[in-house]
């Protein structure tokens, strides 16, 4: 593997030790997959240090102890505690206490302190042909398929990237590897971010890994509904980038490649999304959740409409998650207050799946972390639907923004409507 | 090469040694695994029930997951982790830098004696620097 001299002396401690041991295990990284070098980065989302998991805020501490310094802009992930206000959502003290020293230790390093899924609404926006490193899938496919920034797959060594502006060059950095493998043919119209969640779901099952190359969508789906499909697919399957011709850099409206692999998704194959993820009681459930993923400004808009005036039914409880950033903007343009008298709780920096509900975890006992036994979550996205399954270990019911609405003021739940198509 | 010592590409540096534990089907370190005990959870598993604590782990493949580093690194935490895996194929990135960060040797693609010769069970010691796999 080719080296700089930058990163020749980098190995040898020229930036210190921090530095030093990101850049070795960059190289290993980048030896494993017979990187030919390395390419300069421009951002990176890194991990937030989760304190659901034994000794992983620790890891961050140590690696800001040892004198770390962001290289390059750098944003945090979701974490598993609203740091501002861990009560609200029930959270043991040592939890949320454990998880603010991740704030500390990110701030000693030079992060911008964001602790959100969708760093992108937090105005973290890389562009076309800039090289990133993330850690959240999300992350990964938006900037590939709708900004055209190039970003793998990435675990913790963002945090490697970002300290040294570097990453080995292989998997998505390479322009022959960003090509479509399957060609995927919508037929119905999706509408909203939880159809567009479905309809990346059915996708990410269909394609796995490869890379889709999407036809047949009438219409060019929004910010939030190109958000929505990509974190879809990056949960069904391992999708890190689509490409859907007139959007994703620098594909042409009129691209296509006849030849590939095919795969049809219908109006049924989107229900059946819905379906499949409508398995809790329709009376009596625990939650209704807005905002997985973090919700952008647009869609706390349109929830602060859907709550106007409205009430949430009596012991039903109404999460919107969101990020710090979009928070305080939605504070500021006055869209917080309709959903509080509502009587929803706005969170950031988590959401039910990131926060103590989790019970595949492991944190240290001394912690106190009980999950609660919860009978069933109500959710608009097929992301938060999977992990809420497997993660939370509790039924779901699935339905869109607006009816997930209608189902936490009326207290009884309301399906999607099947749609034409 | 001579009996019971195998080559094989080394993908993470570090040197172990534990008991072989072979498995015919892929593993995700996400979900597949309770990181408390080791154990194996995953219903597509032929491990099911066995705990990877300490051996040199054996597969086919690991499925993909951007989570799998994490859980791998859990594993080191609890030490509850495997002590080397060979596998067959390249890793998801992930898994790599997991195993890198948790310090377990990985080594794939091992020359075709090592599949038809080695028994679950055996002891084995692992190079991740040299890809060298040897029976003692």
Redesign the interface.
């Known amino acids: 593997m080719h080296l700089s001299d930058r990163d020749l002396a980098l190995l040898d401690g020229a930036e210190g030790a921090a530095a030093r041991a990101a850049m070795a295990?960059l190289v290993?990284?980048g030896e494993?997959?017979d990187a030919p070098d390395m390419v300069d980065i421009g951002y990176a989302h890194v991990?937030a240090g989760?304190a659901l998991?034994?000794?992983?805020v620790e890891?961050i501490e140590a690696v800001a102890g040892q004198g770390a310094k962001m290289a390059v802009p750098v944003s945090t992930n979701i974490a598993n505690a609203d740091m501002g206000n861990w009560q609200s959502t029930g959270a043991p003290d040592a939890l949320g206490q454990l998880q603010k020293r991740a704030e500390v230790a990110h701030r000693l390093m030079g992060s911008a302190t964001s602790f959100t899924c969708t760093p992108y609404w937090a105005g973290h926006w890389p562009t076309w042909n800039m090289h990133i490193a993330s850690?959240?899938?999300g992350v990964?496919v938006f900037a590939n398929s709708v900004l055209g920034a190039k970003s793998?797959?990435?675990?913790?060594?963002a945090v490697y990237a970002g300290m040294t502006g570097r990453y080995p060059r292989f998997?998505l950095h390479l322009d022959r590897n960003r090509q479509p493998t399957h060609r995927v043919t919508v037929t119905a119209d999706p509408l909203g971010t939880a159809d567009f969640t479905a309809l990346g779901y059915v996708i990410g099952t269909a394609v796995g890994?490869g890379i889709p190359l999407i036809r047949g969508l009438r219409t060019r789906p929004s910010l939030d509904e190109l958000d929505a499909m990509g974190v879809g697919m990056?949960t069904s399957g391992?999708v890190a980038m689509f490409i859907l011709p007139g959007v994703t850099p620098p594909y042409a409206e009129d691209f296509d490649v006849p030849g590939l692999d095919g795969a049809q998704v219908s109006e049924a194959d989107i229900a059946g999304v819905f379906d499949a993820f409508c398995t809790g009681v329709e009376t009596g459930f625990d939650l209704v959740h807005l905002g997985c993923p973090h919700a952008s400004f647009e869609e706390m808009k349109h929830y602060a409409a859907l709550l106007d005036g409205r009430q949430v039914a009596p012991g039903v409880e109404l999460w919107v998650t969101t990020s710090r950033a979009v928070k305080q903007l939605a504070q500021d343009a006055g869209l917080l207050a309709p959903m509080l008298k509502a009587g929803a709780k706005v969170v950031s920096d988590t959401c039910p799946i990131s926060c103590h509900f989790a019970c595949?975890c492991?944190p240290d006992p001394a912690l106190g972390v009980q999950p609660p036994k919860l009978r069933t979550i109500v959710v608009d996205s097929a992301k938060q639907a999977h992990y809420v399954r497997?993660m939370i270990q509790c039924p779901t019911l699935f339905t869109t923004s607006e009816l997930a609405v209608e189902t936490a003021v009326s207290g009884r739940f309301h399906p999607r409507a099947r749609r034409n198509g | 090469m001579a009996d019971g010592i195998w080559q094989a590409r080394g993908v993470v540096k570090g040197r172990a040694q534990g008991k072989a534990l072979v498995s015919q089907t892929a593993l995700s370190f996400l979900g597949d695994l309770d990181i408390r005990s080791g154990k194996v959870v995953g219903r597509s598993s032929d491990l099911l029930g066995t705990c990877v604590a300490g051996r040199v782990l054996v597969l086919p493949a690991s499925r993909g997951s951007a989570g799998a580093w994490r859980f791998l690194y859990q594993l080191k935490v609890h030490g509850t982790h495997p002590a080397a895996l060979i596998l067959r194929d390249l890793p998801d990135p992930s898994v790599t830098q997991g195993a890198i960060l948790a310090e377990v040797p990985i080594v794939v693609d091992p020359e075709a004696a090592f599949w038809t010769d080695l028994r679950d069970g055996d002891m084995v010691q692992v190079n991740g620097d040299s890809g060298c796999i040897a029976r003692c």
């Open positions: 295990a290993q990284l494993a997959y991990h989760m998991y034994k000794g992983d890891l850690i959240e899938s990964t793998n797959r990435d675990g913790f060594f998997g890994s990056a391992g595949s492991s497997d």
